[in-house]
């Protein structure tokens, strides 16, 4: 199994900053791609941005300009930097890894257990 920790949620201002950290462990290898999702109250999950292995990102038209994905391999972390906070960026923000079966080729997801971000003045 991959093990999923993240860190970085919190109480915010509109207007400001936080960076959210992801840090894997576990069954590691074989896995193609990370990201963040993330769901407020009364909402449904909204995939927010992704990375690959080989650092192509991805991002939704709400966090465009404003949110930046980014990785350390070394670390096996994944960081989401969150810039000129919005209260409708209010939610629960999921970190995400998608690893390969070896021989079907399907995709395995692991889900972090959530972070808390607020913005509210």
């Known amino acids: 199994q991959v093990q999923l920790v993240e860190s970085g949620g919190g109480l915010v201002q509109p207007g400001g900053s936080l960076r959210l950290s992801c840090a894997a462990s576990g069954r590691i290898d074989r896995i193609y791609a990370m990201g963040w999702s993330r769901r407020a109250p009364g909402d449904k999950r909204q995939l927010v941005a992704t990375?690959?292995?080989?650092?192509?990102?991805n991002y939704t038209d709400s966090v465009k300009g404003r949110f930046t994905i980014s990785r350390d391999n070394a670390k096996n972390t994944v960081y989401l930097q969150m810039n000129s906070l919005k209260s409708e960026d209010t939610a629960v923000y999921y970190c995400y890894a998608d690893r390969r079966a070896i021989y079907s080729g399907a995709t395995i997801t692991s889900w972090g257990q959530g972070t808390q971000v607020t913005v509210s003045s």
């Open positions: 990375i690959t292995s080989a650092g192509d990102t």
